[in-house]
């Protein structure tokens, strides 16, 4: 019997490595073969991908089927310029990555192994991700896509860090039509939105975020106001950010704007961007037509959760004002007309932000300038002053207490270091404090707050954006007198402008019943005040501010709307806006029901102690009862601090409430609210109630959400103290 022969290890290796040399040679040679019915044969995925994998190595495919899951790319010919990968493999990628129901199990399978991948042997990185535009044919003609320009590296700032990305941007000739990240169109008609949401957030044509970490600056802004600059920093710290890749905090805001923008058109619909963008700039014009709808319309609150209802949702409705938010505007006076009637009892004033270092806006300034008088806010102060001193001097010109004893002739001889007349006092530095622009302020383009101080030693004023409390700063009366000595002087050349009443939202409810606004307006006044005080007014200030926001809460926590104040917040200016937001919402109750609704709000005993909230209004039945049919009292936190007995007969919560019924919620929501002022506060008009406005949706989505999964939203604790 023969013996067996003795194995030779390594010559039965060198075999197998001969033998797999030459399957593979077979295979890759059946590639080309294959590559005309490659994708739609009968093979099975894991055929197709082994075929791929045989010919162009585990790490290769691995590397372009992620940055094809990552960017959505489908013109493969791009997609391998970019990657510098084989033509081939990227076109049987692209193709395998139309067939969605196959690709479930790729994507599965790629999210499995992204981890391991790194520690194959190649030069080249797992994931590169490549930020083109999700289709490769026009939408209009269905022509192919051409590219626009050359492709470009840049930033794509993730949760991992920071790393070089590729962009591309196509274009369709016929229809001449640009496509790019998350957006086409052309300067000659508009720009609009892609159906599907994209992966990542577009700062600047260089600079791009990964979604979910701009979900994550959103959050942190929501829960723990943290401002742009603060997420900036915060970014840079964790990842040890080299000076020439950090992130930015304009490049913060950048993200913030642009990402919420995109989710609010959204969430209305308007993909098209109201046909209004044709270039970068004009996202402001798509900020103010979002505003305008907000204005006309409250937050949805469809699926009332029974905890929700069982604190009075629905049928409790606080309202408060929060003096802490507010904005700049023009300061110039603008009456309130609607179809050319007058509306008395609201401010007169023009709301729209006042130009960069102005006193006010664009369209104002034009007509201040043609009155001769300086519109820049430093000089315009100035001026007034000025003109009442020049007065003053030449009506005692003989006097000599007027060179002696510090009168207003002598103050025009002053030091320039000792006082500034238009904001300061004689013998120091001028009272408002000047404090540096931040980042974020610099690149959204604020207006100045009020004129900054002088440096001690310094004749000139440096022009910075004022924070947190310094527009609160006391200011000089004489100045704020000659101040409206000026404007009322040059109110009757212009009258034009959107005014108080284009702003709250109230146009519609007064144009729906113009026939009745004199008589509701007369009747906006108490015949006979309450002896209960109740602080309403405003400190002086240099340039025109806003007095802050009307807010409206449902018992629950849901923040039903909010409308800006002007100038203080009036009982008509409040009464007005109530009435516009009522006659939509009681549009959907029966008058019969209208008696199981309260309104609550901290200074109702002078609200309904005016003349027109006595009787019923005068307006078409049954409207003309939407006011006093309803249940009227005071919070249970303010009522104690009323000193009219009557207030706490009338208006005391316990004898129109239920006792779960939550009166707090406004106070609560404003504890949330007001540590927004060091973010908004720096803003102008059209940034400043955009931002509230997205964060106030987020509140609403995260009340309902806490609500449906059994917990109960968290909020600060209320103190009895003044949060407005």
Known sequence: MSRKKKLDFFAFVEDLDQRESAISKYLSSKCDALATNFIHSK?????????????????????????IGNSGIEDSDLLAECLAADAELCAALVALNSQQEELEGVEAAATSTTASSSSTSTSRPTTTTVFAPPVSRCLVCEEKL????????????????????????LRCRPCNLTYDWYEYGSKTTHWKLYEE??????????????RKLFDFQCSLANHSWVSFAGFAESFNDAFHMSKSCRLTAKQVS??????????????ICQLDMFQLKKRDGDIEKVIEAIDDLRIHNTYEHPNCHPKCKAKGCGRVFVADGIWKLSFPHCMF??????????????????????????AFCLEHCTAVEKESIPTDLRTFLKYCVEKKVNSATSTSKHAPSAATGGGPAASTHRAPAQQDPAIGTSGGPAAVTCVKRDPVSASIADPVAVPCARDEGSSTAPE?????????????????????QVLEKIQPSVSSGPSVVDAQGTLAFLQKHISNISKIMAGCIEEKPTSCKKDTGRKARLQKWSRGHLFIVRAGGHIEFFQSLYKSESPSQVFIILLSWLDVL??????????NIAVVYDNMCHLDNMVVARSPLPLPAPWSHMWSALKKCVDRLHIRNHTDEQCKLKYHPKDHLEEADN????????????????????????HHLFYLHRMVKRRNWYTAKCYEQGCSPVLPVVKSVNTK
């Open 43 to 67: 093979l099975s995925l894991d055929d197709k991908l082994s075929l791929l994998v045989s010919k162009f190595s585990f790490a290769e495919v691995l590397r372009v089927r992620n940055c």
């Open 146 to 169: 051409t590219r626009n320009h050359g492709i470009t590296t840049v930033k794509y700032f993730s949760f991992t860090g920071i790393d070089e990305a590729k962009k591309i941007t």
């Open 197 to 210: 949401q994209r992966p990542a957030v577009q700062a600047s044509d260089s600079v791009f975020v990964c």
């Open 254 to 267: 950048s993200v913030f704007y642009n990402g919420e923008v995109e989710n609010e058109l959204r969430d």
């Open 333 to 358: 006076k603008v009456k309130s007309i609607v179809s050319g009637i007058p509306v008395p009892s609201l401010p007169n004033v023009c709301t729209k932000s006042p130009a960069y270092g102005k």
């Open 464 to 484: 910075c954006g004022v924070l947190e409390d310094a527009y609160d700063d006391p200011v000089r009366e004489d100045t704020i007198s000659n101040v409206e």
């Open 586 to 595: 009681l549009q959907s109750i029966p008058p019969s029901e209208w008696s």
């Open 663 to 686: 009166t707090m919620t406004c106070e609560q929501t404003f504890v949330w609210l007001a540590r927004f002022k060091k973010i908004v506060c720096a803003m102008s008009k059209n």
